[in-house]
């Protein structure tokens, strides 16, 4: 959240630090950490939704706050189990494996990773992608033609809350291919996928880190080393199909 912040000394505005880090980044993206020189004079009880932004106001700005991270509805997990063969059906190949993106369609959030390493998969494996059709959905298709892996990408757009819930009974695992540590700092879809009991495979970046375990309760991968991620998702597909047979 962007907030003008009073300096306790001069009562200026302070806001250098603020542009000069989102001049560094894209201003569309940057919203979660807010450059802090002082103890905001407007805030009571400053919050953070993510343990690295708590981190960051700390080591960085000599700021403390509060943690309070983001939570699911409960329908997340009380919803009962879908019939995963009944509701691909509706979607795509009812035999195909499926490695779940959910996200916006925008190039930081790593559609065009999750499209190449299905080129070093097993042809049974798919990829099916919940957001909000986007600029770069052409170019993700085409990315998928190109390489001769088209018929294995499915776009769903934009789905309501209980449908996504059926795409996650109905999947694999999760995969948060991001490429960027400022694009995610507390991904609600992973609190989401865990309410479903499903596994995470994420980008070791931003936030992420310091919520998925690597081998604890997900998998940690470099989102541009194509091969490791692809033997982590043949590994993940091998234990884990049985959750939705």
């Given amino acids: 959240?962007?907030?003008?912040?009073?300096?306790?000394?001069?009562?200026?505005?302070?806001?250098?630090?603020?542009?000069?880090?989102?001049?560094?980044?894209d201003t569309a993206i940057v919203n979660s950490v807010v450059p802090l020189r002082c103890k905001p004079k407007i805030a009571d009880l400053p919050l953070v939704k993510s343990m690295r932004d708590l981190e960051i106001l700390r080591e960085k700005y000599g700021a403390e706050a509060e943690y309070l991270p983001n939570a699911v509805p409960g329908y997340h997990s009380a919803a009962g189990k879908a019939d995963p063969g009944e509701f691909r059906?509706?979607?795509?190949?009812?035999?195909?494996?499926?490695?779940?993106?959910?996200?916006?369609?925008?190039r930081l959030e790593g559609l065009h990773v999750l499209v190449r390493v299905l080129k070093y998969v097993e042809e049974d494996i798919v990829a099916v992608f919940v957001e909000p059709d986007g600029e770069y959905l052409k170019e993700t298709l085409d990315l998928a033609e190109k390489l001769s892996?088209?018929?294995?990408?499915?776009?769903?757009?934009?789905?309501?809350?209980?449908?996504?819930?059926?795409?996650?009974?109905?999947?694999?695992?999760?995969?948060?291919?991001?490429?960027?540590d400022y694009v995610e700092v507390y991904p609600m879809v992973i609190s989401e996928a865990w309410?479903?009991?499903?596994?995470?495979?994420?980008?070791?970046?931003?936030?992420?880190?310091?919520?998925?375990?690597?081998?604890?309760?997900?998998?940690l991968v470099d989102p541009s080393d194509l091969k490791v991620l692809a033997?982590?998702?043949?590994?993940?597909?091998?234990?884990?199909?049985?959750?939705?047979?």
């Avoid at 996504?164 to 948060?176: C, E, P």
């Avoid at 033997?231 to 047979?245: G, P, Q």
């Fill in 89 to 106: 059906e509706k979607f795509w190949d009812k035999a195909g494996e499926v490695f779940l993106l959910i996200g916006r369609t925008h």
């Fill in 149 to 180: 892996v088209g018929g294995r990408v499915y776009m769903l757009g934009y789905v309501a809350e209980k449908t996504k819930i059926q795409v996650l009974d109905s999947a694999i695992a999760l995969v948060l291919p991001s490429t960027a």
């Fill in 1 to 25: 959240m962007r907030r003008r912040l009073l300096d306790q000394d001069s009562g200026s505005l302070v806001l250098q630090a603020q542009k000069s880090y989102e001049e560094k980044y």
């Fill in 231 to 245: 033997e982590a998702m043949l590994k993940v597909a091998v234990m884990t199909s049985w959750l939705i047979r």
């Fill in 195 to 219: 309410a479903r009991e499903r596994p995470i495979m994420a980008s070791r970046i931003g936030g992420i880190p310091y919520r998925v375990k690597q081998g604890v309760n997900g998998i």
